[in-house]
C-alpha cells in the first residue's frame, strides 16, 4: 500500500515557474512507476508526464514538452514535476500517480495508486 501526497500547487502569473512534490510513503517506492496526470474543470484527466522506477526514462505529454521536468528522488520517496513558462490553459488540478510496474505510461488505469490533487493556476 502506498500513500501518496502532493504540494506546492498555487497561483502563478503566466510565463511563470511551481514545482509540485508528491511525497509518498511506505518503503518501497522505488518499486513503482510514477506519474502525474491533471484535470480542469469539465474535461477529462489528462497524462502529463511519467518516469519510470529508475528515474531513467521520462515521458511527456506534447503540450508540455520543453516546459515540464518530473523527476524522482528514491532516498526521499517523492517525484517531482517542475513547470516553467505556464500558460493559463495549464490550469488544473495536479495529481501524481504510482503504477507497480517497471516502466510507465499515459493511461490512468495503468495506475493503482492516487494522491488528492493540488491545484495549479495560472493567471493571465
Known amino acids: 500500500q502506498v500513500q501518496l501526497v502532493e504540494s506546492g500547487g498555487g497561483l502563478v502569473q503566466a510565463g511563470g515557474s511551481l514545482r509540485l512534490s508528491c511525497a509518498a510513503s511506505?518503503?518501497?517506492?522505488?518499486?513503482?512507476?510514477m506519474a502525474w496526470f491533471r484535470q480542469a474543470p469539465g474535461k477529462e484527466r489528462e497524462f502529463v508526464a511519467c518516469?519510470?522506477?529508475?528515474?531513467?526514462?521520462?515521458y511527456y505529454a506534447d503540450s508540455v514538452k520543453g516546459r515540464f521536468t518530473i523527476s524522482r528522488d528514491n532516498a526521499k520517496n517523492t517525484v517531482y514535476l517542475q513547470m516553467n513558462s505556464l500558460k493559463p490553459e495549464d490550469t488544473a488540478v495536479y495529481y501524481c500517480?504510482?503504477?507497480?510496474?517497471?516502466?510507465?505510461?499515459?493511461?490512468?488505469?495503468?495506475?493503482?495508486?492516487w494522491g488528492q490533487g493540488t491545484q495549479v493556476t495560472v493567471s493571465s
Open positions: 500517480a504510482g503504477a507497480s510496474t517497471l516502466y510507465c505510461g499515459r493511461y490512468p488505469s495503468r495506475y493503482d495508486y
Open positions: 511506505g518503503r518501497t517506492f522505488s518499486s513503482y512507476a
Open positions: 518516469i519510470s522506477r529508475s528515474g531513467g526514462s521520462t
